[in-house]
């Protein structure tokens, strides 16, 4: 890719860089400031330069322009980390000529998730220069993702370039052995993930809602977790792919509710098979130790997805041990954003990982090999 050392003499010059910005809130008050905190070294580093910043960005899924949505209280809580002003551009035909000018929800604007090539060339013509810091959109071909970078001179931010080298470096020559914990609800939402590490992982580890397609797929009973049924003929073939067979590792026991709740009624399971009227939240403790020993050991750590529902008190145990775990080692540790980065938050360590990934989604896809279209646009001289 594209760097910044690519882009010349940008003194004087307006840089339109695409951040992630979308952070949770909570009425008008942002609650995980790590995306902003994310993007400074990329920012403060083109200001060093001279250069002028227009930031795009997008906040949630807008239907329209709801108030709520609004990239407002961004723009002054990154003034406040940037101690500058951070102006607000409401509309795109009358950007302030501020230093740094945060425009509007980008997704306030019709055309771009449709990477409408009238709305790229309006934000070309915002700027001299085109960045992309937003590793978190990178896979969506949007206009403010890679429309607009094929208008102007670009490059990739200095997240942007950490994110892909340090999950490229996972598959190209990683320190063994290479562990993959992958948790979460859907097989189907990981499976090529999960392909791709039977390629190239000394050991997976499955944990979450997600181990009861694959339990389905062996035959035993799941009672009534939730056990998505697309799910079950990939988790087989997958279960029939792994080589050697132990390089799939499924839990062996698990934390039982009879409600998916904090008052829930607990049982432990000595085995995998779920009676009726019980659901598997969390893996049990057997597993806990044995997934936690497994990273122990490991060189090279990525983990994506819980354990179980760790925002349940009861049923946290197992996603707290893994999180615990992949803290401690002295691995190589990358964990892919989503609900593990916020499982890393709620425990106290989201500072005790190598490398914590802004983006899920778009980690995932990089991983399979899919082209992240985001990324593709900033290759070449």
Known sequence: ???????????????????????????????????????????????????????????GRPKDREPELSLGPIAEHLGELLDADVALATDLDDVPDDDIVMLENIRFEAGETDNDPDLAERLAALADVYVNDAFGAAHRAHASTEGVARLLPSAAGLLLRKEVETLAGILRDPARPLVAVVGGAK??????????????ADTILIGGAMCFPFFAAQGHETGDSLCEAEGVEPARRALDQARPPDKLRLPEDLVLGDSFSEDAEVRASEGVDVPAGWMGLDVGPRTAEAYAGEIAAAGTVFWNGPMGAFELGPFASGTKAVAEAVARSAATTVVGGGDSAAALAQFGLDDDVTHLSTGGGASLELLEGKTLPGVEVLKGT
Request: no cysteine; aromatic share 2%; net charge negative.
């Open 1 to 59: 890719m594209r760097t910044l050392d690519d882009l010349g003499d940008l003194d004087g010059k307006r840089v339109l860089v695409r951040v992630d910005f979308n952070v949770p809130l909570e009425d008008g008050r942002i609650t995980d400031d790590a995306r902003i905190r994310g993007a400074l070294p990329t920012l403060t580093a083109l200001r060093e330069r001279g250069a002028r910043l227009v930031l795009a960005a997008h906040l």
């Open 187 to 200: 097989v189907t939402d990981k499976i090529g993930v999960i392909d791709r590490f039977l390629e190239v």
